[in-house]
């Protein structure tokens, strides 16, 4: 690709995230209130996808356990609030916090594996944490999980009782995390990271601690989708086991891999694309997860690296022709 339609890409992307938050913004604030709540869905969901992604799209490892983080972060917030704090920020940072943790711990063990284990081990450890969090009963709830879980205030007068005002929040909120995650594989760490995908031994060559690269990047993945599990919980107003299953895991992975892993966009738009037509077609069928599957089977034949790499690589070349 010549240095003219890496430039244009360049400019094009801040452009189409721009033009993007602008669409959300305005449908969810014009729609009726189901629709306000569904895109709240694909709000939280597109902060748990980047999180997977900068392990997934960027370091290049795959996890079928990033349920474990993301329920632990809502678990964690819905005890803070039920038990110790009404405050949201105290909250969030106890459940970014205990997200972490569990994604370092998790790591250690993790990273002591790589290809096929690496996934199986993410995968046993993801169910671990659920038989924990359904067998806990005193703590989690067991199956019944936690409610009544209030929706807090953010202090100086803001209030998410309203779902536009959720809508609005949770939007900030995944700015910000495009935002950190931006500044993330931007900088000399995600080249580090982009390096280990693609040649773990040139980059060790070079004197980079990989597995030290690698385990950051499972930690602050952790960590992003700990916070995504918070604005779950006091959204949806209780969490239940299943928040830590395999299924989200694996729908999650889904996102990814369908919007275009190792990009800041393709995330969100499978995020969007699958939370919207799980919605869509769960009202009609049961048949949900067969769909998902007959939608993963087309992208990776027609569009193998993700729906925005491949409308990208359609532009730069129309646009050099």
Same mark, same amino acid.
């Given at each position: 690709?010549?240095?003219?339609?890496?430039?244009?890409?360049?400019?094009?992307?801040?452009?189409?995230?721009?033009?993007?938050?602008?669409?959300?913004?305005?449908?969810?604030?014009?729609?009726?209130?189901?629709?306000?709540?569904?895109?709240?869905?694909?709000?939280? $969901?597109?902060?748990? /996808? @980047?999180? +997977?992604? %900068?392990?997934?799209?960027?370091?290049?490892?795959? #996890?079928?356990?990033? *349920? =474990?983080?993301?329920?632990?972060?809502?678990?964690?917030?819905?005890?803070?609030?039920?038990?110790?704090?009404?405050?949201?920020?105290?909250?969030?940072?106890?459940?970014?916090?205990?997200?972490?943790?569990?994604?370092?711990?998790?790591?250690?063990?993790?990273?002591?594996?790589?290809?096929?284990?690496?996934?199986?081990?993410?995968?046993?450890?993801?169910?671990?944490?659920?038989?924990?969090?359904?067998?806990?009963?005193?703590?989690?709830?067991?199956?019944?999980?936690?409610?009544?879980?209030?929706?807090?205030?953010?202090?100086?007068?803001?209030?998410?009782?309203?779902?536009?005002?959720?809508?609005? $929040?949770?939007?900030? /909120? @995944?700015? +910000?995390? %495009?935002?950190?995650?931006?500044?993330?594989?931007? #900088?000399?760490?995600? *080249? =580090?990271?982009?390096?280990?995908?693609?040649?773990?031994?040139?980059?060790?060559?070079?004197?980079?601690?990989?597995?030290?690269?690698?385990?950051?990047?499972?930690?602050?993945?952790?960590?992003?989708?700990?916070?995504?599990?918070?604005?779950?919980?006091?959204?949806?107003?209780?969490?239940?086991?299943?928040?830590?299953?395999?299924?989200?895991?694996?729908?999650?992975?889904?996102?990814?891999?369908?919007?275009?892993?190792?990009?800041?966009?393709?995330?969100?738009?499978?995020?969007?694309?699958?939370?919207?037509?799980?919605?869509?077609?769960?009202?009609?069928?049961?048949?949900?997860?067969?769909?998902?599957?007959?939608?993963?089977?087309?992208?990776?034949?027609?569009?193998?690296?993700?729906?925005?790499?491949?409308?990208?690589?359609?532009? =730069?070349?129309?646009?050099?022709?």
């Amino acid at each position: 690709m010549s240095k003219n339609a890496y430039t244009q890409r360049a400019l094009l992307a801040p452009a189409a995230t721009v033009l993007l938050f602008a669409i959300i913004a305005v449908v969810g604030w014009l729609s009726p209130s189901y629709t306000t709540g569904l895109l709240i869905d694909c709000l939280i $969901f597109s902060i748990f /996808a @980047l999180g +997977l992604n %900068l392990l997934l799209g960027y370091t290049g490892l795959p #996890s079928l356990g990033h *349920a =474990a983080y993301f329920g632990v972060g809502a678990y964690t917030a819905g005890l803070m609030i039920l038990h110790v704090t009404p405050s949201f920020w105290w909250c969030a940072l106890a459940a970014i916090g205990v997200s972490l943790a569990f994604g370092a711990l998790y790591g250690l063990l993790s990273l002591r594996t790589s290809g096929v284990f690496f996934l199986i081990i993410t995968l046993a450890l993801g169910q671990i944490t659920w038989a924990i969090a359904f067998s806990w009963r005193s703590l989690t709830g067991g199956d019944d999980g936690l409610r009544g879980i209030g929706r807090p205030d953010l202090g100086l007068g803001l209030s998410l009782q309203s779902n536009n005002d959720y809508f609005l $929040f949770a939007l900030l /909120a @995944l700015a +910000l995390t %495009l935002f950190v995650v931006r500044l993330i594989v931007r #900088s000399p760490f995600g *080249a =580090a990271l982009r390096g280990d995908s693609q040649n773990p031994e040139r980059l060790a060559a070079l004197g980079y601690n990989v597995w030290l690269c690698r385990f950051l990047s499972f930690v602050i993945s952790a960590g992003i989708s700990g916070f995504a599990g918070v604005i779950f919980v006091f959204y949806k107003g209780f969490v239940s086991p299943e928040a830590v299953g395999i299924v989200i895991s694996a729908e999650v992975m889904l996102m990814v891999i369908i919007g275009g892993a190792g990009t800041l966009l393709g995330p969100i738009l499978g995020a969007f694309l699958v939370v919207y037509l799980g919605h869509s077609v769960s009202s009609h069928t049961d048949r949900w997860m067969t769909i998902l599957g007959i939608l993963y089977v087309a992208v990776v034949l027609f569009a193998p690296h993700g729906i925005v790499r491949a409308i990208g690589n359609k532009l =730069a070349i129309r646009k050099s022709s």
